[in-house]
């Protein structure tokens, strides 16, 4: 081998058409701009281009004259190759982006790119279609964040979206949609499409407002808490509830349950029961049912909009209390609950107002059943100082009446005596002994007389003492049970107070159901009428603009036929009978001008019955 002599690598050149320069090159050919074709470098695997390359392949050293090389007889289709073929042909086909509407089932983020997985379901939620997608780090920036804001959702499994893509063949990764936008309204509609589906199904079985038209808890003694077990919220929840527990003014529970996340609704309301089936036994039924969780996603969100958990907190029996999120996050669970907070703190502070509320009012009823019980107690007091005044003042009374009537009975009985004792001294000596023994009988019979009156009067004035005293403690216990009935009373009142105005806001409620089923069932109607005249004048325009088209496509074909007859009437071969001649330069391109035309060229002339060449000469008043 001599010195500066260099081994040359053959080529294979291909044989193609214009339309399949982009799957050539997809498969790895080169384009060689000085001999004007396809070529296959070295090293590549030949099998994929079996199709264009010709039986006896040309094969040119970059430097030397071809050498023909005999080609092995194909016997079937690479993968890479069918791939590749169908990567032109959807390129060819999708040249701009193409909306298309599918469900995120899985999100990952490499180097700035996102890898989508995307699929699409079946109304009964059956999977029927799914697709890998792809935002480049380039796009994303714009795209994300611009969807992301304006959704308040963040692009994660289980969201549904509206994608401007264009699909993408690869021989090594298959087929992929590279994602250029995202329409948010889209999502925005199906995530509120999806609220008022379940909303109108409530409202359809009659339960949609059933919870709020339970009546609320009197009091809180006891609440049953479901929320997840690290809740955003939960903490300032606790702090507030643990306070109210402390002080002995309530008792709270506190069940832990996923919020987002497939199951997640079914595992919320196992959580409720499993609580309500554990409950302790010496605590009354709950008062209410509270649901918290801190803010988040609009699709972290979107869990609760469920129709299974919505219809249990319709019909639970217990007020339930949710606290979802933000200010600015409502979900279903918000619009069916008993009362709605914007926060999970604010449902603490709702149940205290309640129990601060009752605290007051019972205070107010203390203080008014304390001072009507004093103004009572003050009453019987007076009555009792009067009662008292009287049967003092009729004692003494009765001892002046029994002192004047002892000393007229005295006085009676000694001039008794004297008068007998004169008339005795009148009488017969023989007498006045017996007159003495007389006068000194009645004289002790007096005595004794005055004796039993003193005892008589004693004994009266010790009954009426004892028969005050009595009278006291009688008019004690009056006192006493006057004030018990008068508080009764005062609590039997507020109650039937507050039954009547419960019975008059159910009837109320009642009316306006019955009011807003009734006017709904004719706006109904209504609506079935319109969309029926509607649907018919639609079927008539469309019926009207199928026939219209399908007369001008019969016209259009009719006319095209025409012209097609027409050019074929017209094509060259009817010129050349006319005498007419056709010049192509060697390359066989049509030579329309004469200043085109170079002296001593080469040229083909076309008759009708064969062609004839020639070359060029300069001629006598021309140039060529």
Same mark, same amino acid.
């Given at each position: ?356 509320? /009752? ?78 023994? /007389? ?44 004030? /018990? ?98 010049? /192509? ?40």
């Amino acid at each position: 081998m001599g010195a500066g002599y260099h081994m040359q690598v053959p080529i294979t050149v291909l044989k193609t058409k214009f339309e399949e320069k982009d799957l050539v090159k997809k498969l790895g050919a080169r384009w060689d701009a000085e001999q004007k074709h396809w070529y296959v470098p070295d090293g590549l695997d030949l099998e994929p281009f079996q199709r264009w390359i010709p039986a006896t392949i040309p094969t040119a050293l970059p430097d030397g004259p071809s050498t023909p090389v005999q080609s092995p007889t194909p016997k079937g289709v690479r993968l890479f190759q069918l791939l590749a073929e169908v990567g032109a042909a959807v390129s060819q086909k999708f040249k701009a982006p193409v909306w298309t509407m599918a469900e995120v089932s899985k999100v990952d983020l490499s180097n700035g790119h996102y890898y989508l997985q995307l699929a699409d379901r079946d109304p009964d939620g059956k999977q029927r279609a799914q697709a890998r997608a792809v935002i480049w780090a380039s796009n994303a920036p714009s795209v994300v964040p611009q969807f992301e804001a304006a959704t308040g959702a963040k692009l994660a499994p289980g969201i549904k979206v509206l994608l401007h893509a264009r699909p993408d063949v690869s021989p090594q990764f298959g087929l992929s949609l590279v994602v250029e936008a995202i329409d948010p309204q889209y999502t925005l509609g199906d995530l509120e499409a999806r609220k008022r589906e379940i909303r109108e199904k409530l409202k359809r079985e009659g339960v949609f407002d059933a919870n709020k038209k339970i009546a609320p808890a009197w009091d809180f003694n006891a609440v049953l808490v479901i929320a997840p077990a690290a809740a955003a919220g939960l903490g300032d929840f606790r702090v507030e509830a643990d306070r109210l527990q402390a002080s002995g003014l309530c008792k709270f529970i506190f069940a832990n349950s996923r919020f987002q996340g497939e199951g997640a609704p079914a595992e919320i309301v196992t959580a409720i029961e499993t609580a309500l089936a554990k409950w302790p036994d010496d605590l009354d039924a709950p008062d209410a049912l509270v649901i918290i969780r801190g803010g988040g996603p609009v699709n972290d969100l979107a869990w609760l909009n469920d129709y299974g958990l919505a219809k249990v907190v319709c019909t639970i029996g217990i007020p339930v209390f949710t606290g979802i999120g933000h200010e600015r996050d409502t979900t279903l669970l918000d619009e069916i609950a008993h009362r709605s907070f914007d926060t999970p703190s604010k449902v603490v502070h709702g149940i205290e107002q309640v129990i601060q509320q /009752r605290a007051s009012e019972a205070r107010r009823a203390f203080d008014l059943i304390t001072r009507r019980g004093g103004s009572l107690l003050h009453e019987r007091k007076a009555e009792l100082a009067s009662v008292l005044s009287d049967t003092v003042s009729a004692l003494q009374t009765c001892l002046r009446s029994a002192h004047e009537s002892n000393s007229l009975s005295i006085s009676a009985i000694r001039l008794a005596a004297m008068n007998i004792l004169a008339r005795a001294k009148e009488q017969v000596p023989e007498q006045f002994g017996m007159v003495r023994y /007389r006068a000194q009988r009645s004289i002790a019979e007096a005595k004794e007389h005055v004796q039993a009156n003193f005892v008589a009067v004693r004994y009266r004035a010790q009954r009426s003492i004892a028969d005050a005293r009595s009278n006291s403690r009688l008019a004690s216990a009056a006192i006493q049970d006057r004030s /018990r009935a008068a508080i009764r009373e005062a609590n039997g009142l507020s109650a039937r107070t507050i039954r009547n105005v419960l019975e008059r806001a159910t009837r109320q409620a009642d009316h306006a159901h019955s009011s807003v089923l009734a006017q709904f069932e004719q706006v109904l109607e209504r609506s079935g009428a319109k969309a029926a005249e509607v649907r018919a004048g639609t079927t008539s325009i469309l019926s009207d603009i199928a026939s219209a088209a399908r007369k001008q496509i019969s016209l259009a074909r009719e006319r095209s036929g025409a012209t097609f007859r027409e050019i074929n009437a017209q094509g060259p071969h009817k010129t050349l009978r006319h005498g007419f001649v056709i010049v /192509r330069d060697e390359h066989g391109a049509p030579l329309m001008r004469a200043a085109s035309v170079q002296v001593d060229q080469p040229i083909r002339l076309t008759f009708d019955d064969g062609d004839v060449d020639a070359t060029t000469k300069k001629g006598e008043g021309h140039d060529r």
